[in-house]
């Protein structure tokens, strides 16, 4: 034993017996367990033990890739746990040793500030001297009279979602757009950071954002700013939503009145049709019969049209008393269109069109619109499929859909476009740009360039291939052998070689 291990033997079993005068057997452990440590058969033993679990000192090679997976993880982590937890979890299966919890922390974190480092840089690149210029206005107070920089009205809460608050949340709106210029550099950065960005700048005030570094500042106050414009894009979403389902809610209390009120016509027409079986089994002469059937049907006109309509729009269709509670709200749902930036998520885009052709045409006063207008805007009988059979005949004024039509009305059609988009917006068949929650959901999938870079390592990670031919072999024998088990626990032939 050498002569320094010895020395550092000796103080510790003195340290330790004064510690423990009464436990000698702990003393001798743990003296055992230190000579254990500098020894060469605790090395022996330890490689001994990495064959035997295959696995690999935490070496250069441990280092550079767990840096690698620190580095990765960063991009799409803010929390160092998590980032220490993917770490483990590749260190684990590549077979390395782990190293001390400390090395772990401290790498992760360096990661992670190296990763925010660079996102910072390339923002700042990116915007160039115009943008840099532009954005650090925000933070100067000015001319002001109320001795208030703009980016404490960015910060400030919007108005509540209300109708009545609609005008300040449109205002509102043109001003973040007009910030906004620039926001189009965070598409590229990961939504974790940006949120964390957004976080981090609604908590600090002008003064505190100048003292920030110049590359860090210009990102968190591009974050803070694409934040309150999604709010306040959520809001007008929510306000027309709500606008339009109060809209067919009293709709439909309208038409529950309405059959009430013609309750006693609808008893009255079931009476009078008995009657007319009653009168056409009788033993009168044609002529005595029809002139009974006339004066059945010609004695009520308000019976005729009662059934008229009833017939051409169905009994119970709410849609034909919705323009009436609209057409208040009119203004402000068209207002709000016209500012959201819409766009499809799907192939067929005729709703898209349709509500173009729509806000087009807003501003007309004639009853029937052409397909074919001169407008910038033109409709053709497919983009028209979306609508519901209940809107069909109040929109087109055609009782068959096999009818190709070739006006529309204008009132009918504005209500029935904006009841439809509550729809839409709700599914997810149409987004709204820079919105949170009605926002494109493609853009959470992965792109196919990463899947394509990516694809080998997951499928190592959980043991499929990834291969067409591969998967599909795979997949089969999967099948098979489900089959095969079910053959034996049914006692009796399932499934047959065709």
């Given amino acids: 034993m050498p002569q320094k291990s010895q020395r550092t033997a000796s103080r510790l079993r003195w340290s330790y017996r004064f510690a423990h005068p009464h436990r000698p057997e702990l003393l001798t452990l743990y003296y055992d367990l230190r000579l254990y440590d500098v020894s ?11 064959e ?4 690999k000192p935490f070496g250069d090679d441990g280092k550079e890739l767990m840096r690698q997976t620190f580095a990765e993880a960063a991009l799409t982590n803010e929390d160092v746990i998590d980032i220490i937890n993917i770490g483990i979890e590749n260190l684990i299966r590549h077979r390395y040793e782990l190293p001390a919890f400390d090395t772990l922390l401290r790498e992760a974190r360096v990661e992670r500030i190296a990763t925010n480092q660079a996102l910072h840089r390339q923002i700042h690149d990116a915007l160039g001297d115009a943008g840099r210029i532009y954005l650090d206005k925000l933070f100067v107070v000015g001319d002001d009279p109320r ?3 703009p980016w404490n009205d ?3 809460d919007a108005a509540k979602p209300t109708i009545e608050g609609m005008r300040e949340l449109v205002e509102r709106y043109d001003r973040l757009t007009k910030l906004a210029c620039y926001a189009d550099l965070l598409k590229t950065m990961p939504v974790i950071k940006i949120k964390q960005w957004a976080l981090e700048g609604n908590s600090l005030d002008a003064a505190s954002m100048m003292d920030m570094a110049a590359a860090k500042r210009y990102a968190v106050a591009l ?10 894009i959520d809001d007008l979403c929510n306000i027309f939503c709500r606008q339009m389902k109060r809209t067919l809610y009293s709709a439909e209390e309208a038409l529950e009145e309405y059959l009430e009120d013609n309750q006693e016509k609808t008893d009255e027409i079931l009476r009078r049709f008995a009657m007319l079986e009653t009168l056409l089994n009788s033993s009168q002469s044609a002529d005595e019969q029809l002139k009974g059937v006339r004066q059945a049907v010609t004695a009520r006109p308000d019976l005729c049209e009662f059934s ?5 729009y169905g009994g119970k269709n709410e849609f034909r008393f919705v323009w009436q509670f609209f057409k208040p709200r009119r203004a402000e749902m068209l207002r709000i269109l016209s500012k959201l930036k819409l766009e499809s998520t799907s192939q067929d885009a005729s709703f898209e069109r349709s509500l173009a052709f729509m ?14 207008s001169k407008g910038n805007i033109t409709l053709t009988d497919n983009d028209l499929d979306w609508i519901p059979e209940k809107w069909w005949k109040l929109v087109t004024g055609e009782i068959k859909r096999d009818v190709v039509p070739t006006r529309i009305n204008r009132r009918q059609f504005e209500a029935c476009v904006c009841s439809q988009m509550v729809r839409e917006l709700k599914s997810g068949d149409l987004c709204v740009i820079g919105s949170d929650a009605y926002s494109d959901h493609r853009n959470e999938l992965v792109l196919m360039e990463e899947c394509e870079r990516t694809r080998a390592d997951y499928g190592e990670k ?3 291939p990834v291969e067409c031919a591969a998967f599909i072999k795979h997949v089969r024998t999967l099948l098979t052998e489900a089959a095969q088990q079910a053959e034996v626990l049914s006692g009796k032939c399932l499934f047959q070689d065709r």
């Fill in 223 to 232: 974050a803070v700013i694409r934040q309150r414009l999604a709010i306040v």
């Fill in 462 to 464: 959980v043991g499929l």
């Fill in 154 to 156: 960015i910060k400030q």
């Fill in 359 to 372: 806000l087009e045409n807003s501003h007309r006063q004639i009853a029937w619109l052409s397909l074919n």
């Fill in 308 to 312: 008229r309509l009833h017939a051409e």
């Fill in 52 to 55: 035997f679990l295959a696995v």
């Fill in 40 to 50: 060469q058969a605790r090395r022996k033993h330890l490689s001994a033990v990495r």
């Fill in 147 to 149: 001795r208030v920089s």
